[in-house]
């Protein structure tokens, strides 16, 4: 069987995005729903490239929740694994942006559905066909989902997948910063890839010196750290090269989902290399800069729109941005 399909476990929600910039929430005056949610993010930045994605979470059988399976099938991001639920409503994000284009989240999740889905409801035979396997830090609070986590982990282990590990920190939805911290590195060790972003990293590791926190990061079953700075660039280390890339020069009118955007289109570029999680270790510098540049042009070409998924850029689209580089 062909290993070819990003599957990815965690929240899928609805963002309300503001209908203007550079004001606080008590100053916007209306908002519009828009997909959302890091790893439905990451399933469809795969898919507009044109892979093959699969999202594994629980909806609210409520309008959000069918609104998010009908959209997200839409954008052919596979929804035969999200399951619905009565006992909670879907996840939802309510969204101010300053004069840059940065976020501040408002979230309404005291349980959402997606908390709620247990390790049973995950099966071992999904992950057959498994190149990747993404996830975030979201849904890794004390509910039954991390331990849904936990199962889809070691299917995809199992499997020969690439684990991929993006903490995406949200502190509002953690009353114990602590406790965030301590999710964060148990389940480090057990991914391939690890993302973080510059503003990520001293929390996680104590420091805000990349080169001090190597050794903290690249641990365990980790192969391939990438490092995000913004505005100066993005990093891929791994413990026999490194590689940097400049950002794509833009101005920002929604950050939203531009890390998903990111990563989704990094793990596009593996399975296009034929790269799986036997070879993460062997990959040259100049095909981490060839990876690191077309994210970085993709992350660049989505925060000139509003939204997340709806601003990703299509195969064709990046067949003329990043070629005119």
Not at 289 to 303: E, P
Request: proline share 4%; with cysteine; hydrophobic share 40%.
């Amino acid at each position: 069987m062909k290993h070819d399909t990003l599957y990815a476990i965690g929240e899928a929600l609805i963002d309300f995005l503001p209908d203007r910039s550079g004001c606080a929430f008590k100053d916007v005056s209306s908002f519009s729903p828009a997909l959302g949610g890091a790893p439905a993010n990451v399933c469809g930045a795969f898919c507009r490239l044109g892979g093959k994605s699969e999202l594994i979470t629980q909806l609210g059988n409520d309008p959000f929740g069918h609104k998010i399976a009908e959209e997200l099938a839409a954008y052919g991001v596979g929804t035969e694994h999200i399951c619905f639920t009565d006992e909670a409503n879907t996840s939802l994000a309510f969204v101010s942006l300053a004069a840059d284009g940065e976020r501040t989240f408002s979230f309404y999740r005291s349980p959402a559905a997606d908390m709620l889905l247990g390790p049973g409801q995950v099966h071992r035979e999904w992950f057959r066909d498994a190149f990747a396997l993404h996830f975030c830090s979201v849904s890794l609070g004390d509910t039954p989902m991390k331990h849904a986590h936990e199962a889809a982990i070691r299917y995809a282990r199992e499997a020969g997948a690439i684990i991929s590990f993006d903490p995406n920190l949200r502190f509002t939805l953690w009353p114990d910063k602590e406790a965030l911290r301590r999710v964060v590195r148990d389940f480090l060790p057990t991914a391939h890839i690890l993302k973080i972003s510059d503003e990520e990293l001293e929390f996680i590791t104590g420091t805000s010196d990349i080169e001090m926190a190597l050794p903290q990061l690249m641990t365990g079953n980790v192969q391939l750290l990438l490092f995000t700075c913004g505005r100066r660039g993005a990093w891929a280390f791994t413990r026999n090269v490194r590689a940097f890339s400049p950002a794509a020069v833009t101005r920002a009118v929604d950050t939203t989902g531009a890390g998903d955007a990111f990563t989704g289109s990094f793990l596009h570029c593996l399975r296009m290399a034929g790269v799986t999680a036997d070879t993460l270790a062997d990959m040259s510098e100049e095909t981490l800069k060839t990876c690191l540049a077309f994210s970085n042009c993709y992350c660049g070409a989505s925060v000139q729109r509003r939204g997340a998924l709806v601003s990703y850029p299509t195969a064709a689209d990046m067949n003329e941005l990043f070629h005119g580089i």
